[in-house]
């Protein structure tokens, strides 16, 4: 399959979309300017903007479009620009590097809650796979942090044609520690969507992201997800306070905390792994403080055949802290990967 291509080159962020996109349709479109994409950095690459389901996306891209296409995912909190330090060598390795913000991150659109259109791992696989067959143009390899590794697998069982594999860095989901039951009665789900939806709108959102985003509490965040406390820099801070400081930004998070909260039991890890078809490379800091150490002996039990590395003296955000590490070890699996045809279907 052909790939179609619709990239430019910036200097500068995107600007914050406050809204869904002026047209419903699917559209990609680029950002003019004058320079050569950055290979380095927060603003690495050429900046694209591509509409999907009303909701304006961000994307960015580098390498060769005619090289293997690679997609990363980034984490809760992060975006794009979180790929900073990796893009670069992947596509001096022979990859056509993109990324995008999930809906609700970044630079992308960030809706508020919908009862029938919730904002959690289902939907941003969708996003994924409509970008691959959008904008990529044929399947990729997905390359996950955190929330950023969910999203892949989710994509891959659900639409496995356009997955040739996936790398989870790291895989978190607490019902791997907390299986969601197999079948629950009427009046509990419905008890529990009203509790969820409620305790969620309680929250004050609005007064608590702009206090942590402003405050050395964001410093508290990043330095969990980091073993070495010298990698938390100013550009780090930037990059995850700006999307934080938009107007929309306290309802989106309101809606993906609820999404996230009432996900079916289908949605959740321990059921994608069972399913998933495709090769799977995980990687995990030896330092890593936020997800606890079980979830990572359990993964092996939902999908026996996937390959695990724990790298040493590194934290959550494991690629944006040891890049050339973290580059060495994934490209060395991707060498593995065979070849996939472009999909029949679409």
């Known amino acids: 399959m052909e790939r179609v291509h619709a990239t430019a080159a910036i200097t500068a962020p995107p600007a914050p979309l406050a809204g869904p996109a002026a047209s419903a349709s699917s559209a990609a479109t680029a950002v003019p300017g004058p320079i050569a994409p950055a290979p380095h950095g927060p603003q690495w690459g050429e900046h694209g903007q591509w509409h999907w389901r009303g909701h304006a996306c961000h994307w960015r891209q580098l390498g060769d479009p005619r090289h293997p296409p690679l997609l990363l995912l980034h984490g809760f909190g992060a975006a794009s620009g979180h790929w900073r330090r990796n893009a670069a060598g992947l596509a001096e390795a022979g990859w056509c590097v993109y990324a995008i913000d999930l809906i609700g991150f970044g630079a992308s659109a960030q809706?508020?809650?919908h009862r029938h259109r919730h904002l959690d791992n289902r939907l941003w696989a969708r996003q994924v796979q409509a970008f691959l067959a959008e904008v990529v143009g044929g399947p990729a390899v997905l390359v996950g942090n955190s929330l950023g590794s969910l999203v892949a697998v989710s994509c891959a069982v659900f639409f496995p044609s356009w997955v040739r594999g996936v790398v989870a860095a790291p895989l978190p989901d607490p019902t791997l520690?907390?299986?969601v039951a197999q079948r629950r009665s009427p009046w509990r789900r419905r008890l529990q969507r009203h509790l969820v939806v409620g305790l969620c709108r309680l929250l004050p959102l609005e007064l608590l992201l702009p206090l942590i985003a402003r405050t050395p509490?964001?410093?508290l965040g990043l330095r969990s997800a980091y073993a070495d406390q010298g990698a938390v820099d100013a550009e780090l801070r930037?990059?995850?306070?700006r999307p934080a400081l938009r107007p929309t930004a306290?309802?989106?998070?309101?809606a993906m905390s609820i999404g996230m909260a009432l996900?079916?039991?289908?949605?959740t890890a321990a059921v994608l792994l069972e399913r998933m078809r495709q090769p799977l490379l995980v990687l995990w800091g030896s330092h890593d403080r936020l997800v606890p150490m079980q979830v990572r002996h359990r993964l092996p039990a939902h999908k026996p055949d996937l390959e695990l590395q724990v790298l040493p003296q590194l934290g959550h955000c494991l690629h944006d802290e040891a890049p050339q590490h973290f580059n060495r070890t994934l490209l060395q699996w991707l060498a593995q990967l065979e070849p996939q045809p472009a999909p029949a279907d679409a």
């Open 111 to 113: 809706p508020g809650h």
């Open 177 to 179: 520690l907390m299986p």
């Open 217 to 219: 509490l964001l410093d």
């Open 238 to 241: 930037r990059l995850v306070a």
């Open 250 to 254: 306290a309802r989106s998070l309101r």
């Open 263 to 267: 996900r079916p039991r289908g949605a």
